[in-house]
């Protein structure tokens, strides 16, 4: 149990969270919700989409738990409805929040809303992001400014406003919207090349979602697409949530690629050598400033829905 839970319990053992989907107090929806390492499709949710999604929305002027339980959430393995805030600095933000009660000294219940995960994203270079994080307690009278990803007492730089009766509301230079259901065109996984269907390495075996470690400094998630030779996708960074565009080409050797990652003020030049026998793996080295660094990744397996 991580230490936001802990610290709840260990001062007030009654107390109770409600997951906005299921049942009101299903905690072991909420712990699933917030417990996952791994991108998904909340980490698809990308500036472009936000602002895509929200084009033709009207922002709205307040959200209580009653009118989040009616949304659909943004994919699978999320249990939470996902909120965008458009900030007074022109950034934009996306939060899975949940609505739940702690009780007071009194033995009042206080309505409090908890933000699992929020991701700022700049407004003037919408792949990159000025904020992130997990398991923020928001009680009434206190904000938050997603901009610095903290919480805020009310009037003094609040994007969103957690109100006495939980009621979240935007401030007067921001703007509230809600995604009910996914922003993005989802994907079927069953479509998706299967590397085990053939024996050899093609160009196609190199496509999927890759956990990635390199040397240690920098981790997240490489999402690769193939075409003829030609590869080309994204880096999702675990630590900060931006996203940088990857391209590049499988090389003479066809289990060998080519890759070039834009970051925000280097290049990182990959040379990537995939696993021949199952495909599920592979590890190379990266090249930035002229220092050779090793890395490996592992393949992130596809999850098809059942019918």
């Known amino acids: 149990m991580n230490l936001l839970l802990k610290h709840i319990f260990a001062n007030n053992p009654t107390s109770k969270f409600s997951a906005v989907r299921g049942a009101v107090f299903a905690l072991a929806a909420f712990i699933s919700a917030i417990s996952t390492t791994q991108a998904d499709v909340f980490d698809d949710h990308t500036a472009y989409w936000l602002r895509r999604a929200t084009a033709d929305a009207k922002p709205m002027e307040s959200l ?126 069953a479509k998706r090349p299967d590397p085990t269907s053939h024996t050899g390495v093609i160009p196609s075996d190199f496509a999927g979602a890759w956990q990635v470690r390199i040397d240690g400094r920098w981790e997240g998630v490489w999402e690769l697409d193939v075409e003829e030779r030609r590869v080309f996708g994204r880096f999702i960074s675990d630590d900060t949530k931006s996203v940088y565009e990857i391209s590049g080409k499988i090389a003479a050797l066809p289990h060998n690629a080519k890759l070039n990652i834009e970051l925000a003020n280097a290049s990182q030049t990959i040379d990537a050598f995939l696993w021949t026998k199952d495909k599920s793996a592979m590890a190379g080295y990266m090249v930035m400033a002229d220092r050779k660094l090793g890395f490996y990744a592992t393949r992130i397996k596809s999850e098809i829905p059942q019918k």
Not at 89 to 107: E, H, I, P, S, Y
Not at 119 to 147: C, E, H, W
Not at 152 to 166: F, K, N, R, S, T
Request: charged share 20%.
């Open 64 to 189: 209580a738990m009653q009118g989040a339980l009616s949304l659909n959430t943004i994919g699978r393995g999320i249990g939470s409805p996902c909120i965008v805030v458009h900030t007074d600095d022109d950034n934009w933000a996306k939060a899975l929040v949940t609505w739940g009660f702690r009780k007071g000294n009194d033995g009042s219940r206080v309505p409090v809303v908890l933000i699992e995960r929020f991701v700022n994203y700049r407004g003037d270079r919408q792949n990159l992001t000025t904020a992130s994080g997990k398991d923020i307690m928001l009680f009434p009278g206190f904000g938050f400014n997603f901009d610095i990803g903290q919480v805020v007492p009310a009037g003094q730089g609040e994007d969103i406003l957690c109100e006495g009766d939980g009621v979240l509301k935007p401030t007067a230079k921001s703007e509230l919207f809600v995604l009910n259901g996914p922003a993005l065109p989802e994907t079927d996984p």
